[in-house]
Structures are given as C-alpha cells and as structure tokens.
C-alpha cells in the first residue's frame, strides 16, 4: 500500500504517469469534458473540493514549473481570488492566455481532474519540468 497524503488511486495513477514536459489539468465544476482525455470526476458539491484543495494536494507528489490559466480569470474574480491562486501557485511561472486558446491545449494533457469549484474560470493545466 502507498503511504502518500493522495488517497485516490486514480489520481495516484494519473500522477506517476507524468513525466518532464507533460501537463495536467485541474478544472472547476462547469469545466467542458474531452473524451479523449482521461478526466478524474472528484466533484461532490459546489465548492467540494476546490481547485485550490487539489493543487495543495497534488503539488506535494508533483512539481510544476509552469501553470496555465485563462486570461478571462484575472477579469472575472476580484484581488483576494487573485491573490490565493497566486500564493498556492508560488514558484512555479504564471501566463495567462485566452479561455478558448487554453482549451485547446487540453487535449495534450496527461488528463483532467474535475473539482466542485464555483469560482469563474479557476482552471489550470500544469506543465511539469
């Protein structure tokens, strides 16, 4: 049995197959779904688990040196949404693109995992180093 703070196997499994320059979305509840992509379902409520709850977790069994987010984030959530993305995405490099530019960059992902996050466009695609 593994002893990790992940106790989801399909995560665990998502996790240990990333490697140097592939990505690894984390998606809010509304999130459009790719078929050809393998997508994690842990959404239980609004808000169950957050986008920012799975970054945590994950970012202790995997280390990114970039993050991706869409642009429409910075103008649809206020300074203190900002400001918590920012500090739970230190040192790893931030840009920011257009929503539908990013989303076309979903299909090269490793996969997807779906949260119950609420907040506008609290999208991710981490790229590992």
Avoid: C
């Avoid at 078929?35 to 986008?51: K, N, W």
């Avoid at 429409?72 to 931030?94: I, M, P, W």
């Amino acid at each position: 049995m593994l002893n990790t703070a992940i106790l989801n196997p399909q995560i665990l499994s998502l996790l240990a197959r990333v490697r140097h320059t592939n990505s690894l979305v984390i998606a809010d509840r509304g999130f459009p779904f790719w078929p050809e992509v393998e997508t994690i379902d842990i959404s239980l409520t609004d808000d169950i688990p957050t986008v920012l709850q799975v970054l945590a977790a994950v970012r202790r069994n995997f280390h990114p040196v970039r993050a991706i987010m869409a642009r429409e984030f910075a103008r649809h959530n206020d300074g203190a949404t900002r400001a918590r993305f920012a500090e739970a995405l230190s040192g790893v490099a931030l840009d920011y693109e257009p929503h539908l530019q990013f989303k076309k960059r979903v299909p090269e992902a490793i996969g997807l995992i779906r949260t119950g996050d609420t907040v506008q466009y609290a999208n991710l695609i981490l790229v590992s180093g």
